[in-house]
């Protein structure tokens, strides 16, 4: 099918785009704008919401009144958190733009920062709920680490200024590297204890990690289940082993971690003080209780790899037909 911003919507919408400005470059600024006058020119009316504080997209998600079609996160990981957050068990559904560093929600559920992509799917997407899931009573949709993974967190939130880079990760994690102690832990899914020792525990929804890396590589977030990952750990070497393997992709051994799929976690520390981590934001200290919450948020499924490139490609043709305005050209540099 084809797409022209000129032809109307058939169905108007109401559209909020709850923005951090504090996630992405100039360039992806000038998209949202772009992407803002795309949607007024199909006849939808848009609302641009930008978040002033920790946790403001979370309110401004929970009091959408009930006339929106969709809400669009504009931002990274931490965005998505805390807007879908607010739109827990609710009938908005979500979509992702994505403008992060690592955006693993958005690459694993399939949007793209493409104005043309983005429209289609406002107007056509189906909705699908996917799964959420509460830590001590904080959701979160992609992973959660208890251990190594959230000291590199708190030390890099203690350090944040403004945008990060994946190079604003390399100083925690080295320091991190020589200062962490190897708690040890205790861990009980669905009520069997798994492990007792010194370890790195993760909780994913999504099989993708920071840097991409493959932590849960078979977490569904559709399939009601959280996937637990134990990597036992006493020592810096052991630690190395493991980072490397992940980072290579290497196949663990069977005695080297712990995995199971399971819907309800208990993570007691053996010593004070062992950190939390939800989707990279600070999440406190153990002990932790993880609970599935299945199909819990609506999202607007995007296309399959293929159906988006038969859009954009619809797209491309109708921007180089004589009749089409030029601000399709422009769109589709930008795409
Ligand atoms: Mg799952």
Redesign the pocket.
Known sequence: MSMSAEQPAIHPGHYRLIVNPQSGSGRRRQLIALLESALRRRGHEVRVLPTQHAGHATLLAAELPAEVTAVIAVGGDGTFREVAAGLLDRPTPLALWPAGTENLAAKHLGYRANIAELIHLLETAPVEPI?AAICNGQPFFVIGGVGFDAEVVQRVSKERRGHISRWTYFWPIWKTFWNHRFPAIRVVADGTEFFRGRGIAFVG?MPRYALNLPITPT?????????LCIMPCASRLTLARHSLRTFLRLPFWKKDVIYR?VRDIRIEPDEPQVLVQLDGDNAGILPAHFI?QPHQLRILRPATPDQAAKVSRSRLRSSTTPSAPTHEAAISDWA
Do not use: P
């Not at 977490?219 to 996937?227: K, Q």
């Open positions: 799964d929804l977490a569904d977030c559709r399939d009601g289940l959280l996937d799929q599935s």
